[in-house]
């Protein structure tokens, strides 16, 4: 055998080995510590602003850690306290693809992007598959609920890993999806949409790690696109149109690139009404739906 079979041998053994290719699909736009990614095949990490993400990362944050992330469509993620989110799945090529993100427990916030006005994206947890058509929502995971989704804009749709579905349309209104089913819509109190957001805020002293102070007149001042005289880090070509300056500063308020959350309004005849006291144990309409698969 000669030298180069010899070497070419070698080599074709050699490749399977390698490890793939790692598979960049978005950036951190804002973190508070503590929050980690987990790459496939790679250490935890600290989450900082920049940061690429990758296809099946594992995000999770601390009793004090926060995240958001920005896809590579424009979609982003916010991430909660005490929260971990899986990135399952993420395809976007001229205008098409696919977005699948899992919540293992906390809550999160998905406004969604480029792939879900077309095929749309998932969001599952362990008791429902979340399907979102050009819209955003809050999951919340805990409690008599099992499932807590809330529409703010967009078509919803939800299924029940105990079977069952509902749509979801009218901002401010939600179901559970516990392990019997997928409950009516009812409308969801402000007080609870508060509390959901609250969890994802940066808290007095952090900034979702943008350096100094800023308020919201800095971050209009900072404007949608990046300056002609700023440079962005590394990694942050791939938020295409979304520049990080105003997003960033934002971010303790948890507004970027996001629609205010619905302002309370009163509910139709038919709507039905939600408890104003303890309402983590206590939901209206326990009837869930086995019939709309």
């Known amino acids: 055998m000669s030298t180069i079979q010899r070497f070419a041998l070698a080599l074709a053994l050699l490749l399977p080995a390698l ?44 009793a004090e850690g926060s995240a958001q ?51 749309g994206a998932t969001l599952n947890t362990p008791t429902a598959a979340v399907g979102v058509r050009g819209g955003s929502l809050l999951l919340r995971i805990g409690g008599d609920c099992g499932t807590l989704v809330v529409h703010q804009v967009g078509v919803i749709e939800v299924r029940g890993a105990g079977g069952g579905s509902q749509i979801l349309n009218r901002p401010g209104f939600g179901v559970c999806a516990a392990g019997e089913g997928v409950s009516e819509p009812f ?27 800023h308020s919201n007149e800095s971050a209009a001042a900072l404007g949608d696109h990046a300056p002609a005289s700023v440079e962005p880090p590394p990694g942050l070509e ?6 990080a300056g105003g997003a960033l500063v934002q971010s303790s308020a948890n507004a970027t690139n996001q629609p205010a959350p619905p302002q309370p309004r009163a509910a139709p005849r038919d709507a039905p009404e939600t408890p104003t006291g303890h309402y983590t144990h206590s939901y209206p309409h326990r009837s869930y739906s086995h019939g709309k698969d």
Request: net charge positive; aromatic share 4%.
């Open 19 to 62: 490890p793939a290719a790692a598979e960049k699909v978005g950036n951190v736009g804002a973190a508070n510590p503590a929050a980690f990614g987990a790459p496939p095949g790679a250490a935890r990490h600290a989450l900082a602003i920049g940061l690429g993400v990758e296809k099946g990362e594992r995000i999770d944050t601390s």
């Open 69 to 119: 992330i920005i896809f590579n469509d424009s979609s982003t993620m916010t991430v909660g306290r005490n929260s971990s989110v899986a990135i399952d799945d993420f395809v976007y090529q001229g205008g098409a693809g696919g977005q699948g993100v899992r919540l293992a427990r906390g809550v999160m916030r998905f406004v969604g992007g480029g792939v879900s006005h077309g095929a």
């Open 187 to 213: 409308r969801v109190p402000g007080e609870t949409i508060a509390a959901i957001t609250a969890q994802m805020a940066s808290r007095r002293g952090q900034s979702g790690g943008a350096r100094g102070r």
């Open 238 to 243: 791939a938020l295409a149109p979304v520049w």
